[in-house]
């Protein structure tokens, strides 16, 4: 089951019905407590879900926490594996940062990022992070999340291509809440960026879209892509941000394009790989990428650490699963067309589609429900995973 999370007395009110809704958040003990654009903060004491179970749905809802499902170092499930292979350094470029990632930050050591990263990744001082460690040392958090993705993104694309981190998620639970990943989308808008990576997932306690990033994502403009990783909870439930659709009641209007990806593993056949055990599924899920033992950037040579008899050791690279990476795959192969497409949506319908009629040899994920198969378009990475 996915959990659902929320900042504990906090509610988000659109500012059209502050006026009208304040009177009846004061009887609660909420007051405003800032906020910018068309959200504003309400904090208080009582318990969210009581107030808004006296609201009913007039106004104001939660201020949702989204996470890196089950990938946090201190639940063993999907932890980072070591692993012997490596990557050589991403050669230098001096272009324009294309594609976002919204997500831990990228993690610096001695002041750098992973060497394998070199330039590629742009960021302000408030978008790095540093590891929290644990009693033994090594890592209690989640800090290396951002530059893995980070990585696995640039894994697949042309050598011009760079990346703009956005850090919100914090590194030691986990958590983004939905005001701050709608400021970073509405940051990385104003910057003209128009594909933006979401590795990470939540259910919310309306079953309905988080306020705040269903806002920023329709002030998107119309060629923008989002994509978001499904979850890691083997639930056919639908999680957000990846199940927020943007269709629109007015005939013609355009709109952003979500993209919800899953994580799919070989078989043995090469063009049906199958879901993986932990990942998400649904109608709801547009895509599935590779996310089983997916090699990235981790943490420096030697950390973390393990005991001297244990091999391989970690080389400052990891194999990580999970439907964060699949979504990074699936950012980057949209990221390669785009300079040929001409835009993130124009290149998303050449990556994100179904082969043709009689490419049988071509891989789609096979599901089965009671309506019968289903085939949902297979997203394969540009570089392979060496011994996988």
């Excluded at 609660?28 to 904090?43: D, I, K, V």
């Excluded at 063993?76 to 324009?96: E, F, V, Y």
């Excluded at 785009?338 to 009629?357: C, F, H, K, Q, Y």
């Amino acid at each position: 089951m996915t959990r659902y999370r929320h900042r504990a007395g906090e509610l988000l009110v659109h500012a059209d019905d502050c006026a009208a809704i304040r009177p009846e958040l004061a009887a609660f003990g909420y007051h405003p407590a800032g906020g910018t654009g068309p959200l504003r903060r309400f904090t208080g004491p009582r318990p969210v879900p009581e107030v808004l179970a006296a609201l009913g749905r007039r106004g104001a809802g939660p201020n949702h926490l989204f996470g890196l499902d089950r990938i946090i170092w201190a639940e063993p499930g999907l932890r980072p594996k070591a692993t012997s292979h490596d990557l050589a350094p991403l050669p230098p470029s001096d272009a324009a940062p294309t594609v976002g990632v919204i997500d831990t930050g990228i993690l610096l050591h001695h002041g750098e990022p992973h060497p394998y990263l070199g330039n590629r990744v742009v960021y302000d001082p408030e978008d790095t992070v540093r590891p929290d460690r644990g009693e033994d040392g090594n890592p209690a958090g989640t800090a290396a999340h951002g530059t893995f993705v980070a990585g696995v993104v640039l894994k697949q694309v042309p050598p011009a291509v760079r990346v703009r981190m956005k850090g919100v998620i914090d590194k030691a639970d986990g958590a983004a809440e939905d005001l701050a990943v709608a400021n970073a989308i509405d940051e990385l808008r104003e910057e003209g960026i128009t594909l933006i990576n979401l590795s990470f997932s939540g259910a919310t306690w309306e079953d309905e879209p988080p306020k705040a990033i269903e806002a920023a994502l329709r002030r998107l403009p119309s060629d923008a892509v989002v994509v978001a990783s499904a979850g890691n909870r083997s639930s056919r439930r639908r999680v957000y941000p990846a199940a927020i659709t943007l269709e629109s009641a007015v005939p013609g209007e355009s709109h952003a394009r979500v993209i919800a990806v899953g994580a799919a593993e070989p078989t043995e056949d090469p063009a049906k790989p199958r879901v993986a055990d932990f990942s998400n599924y649904g109608p709801w899920v547009s895509a599935y990428a590779q996310g089983v033992d997916v090699l990235g950037p981790y943490y420096r040579p030697g950390y973390p650490t393990q005991p001297a008899e244990a091999s391989p050791q970690y080389n400052g690279f990891a194999v990580w699963s999970g439907t964060s990476f699949s979504a990074a795959i699936v950012t980057g192969r949209i990221a390669a067309r785009m300079a040929d497409a001409g835009s993130a949506a124009a290149a998303a319908e050449l990556v994100v589609r179904l082969p043709e009629t009689g490419r049988e040899e071509t891989p789609v994920v096979h599901l089965l429900d009671v309506n019968g198969e289903t085939r949902v378009p297979y997203v394969q990475g540009r570089l392979l995973e060496p011994g996988v």
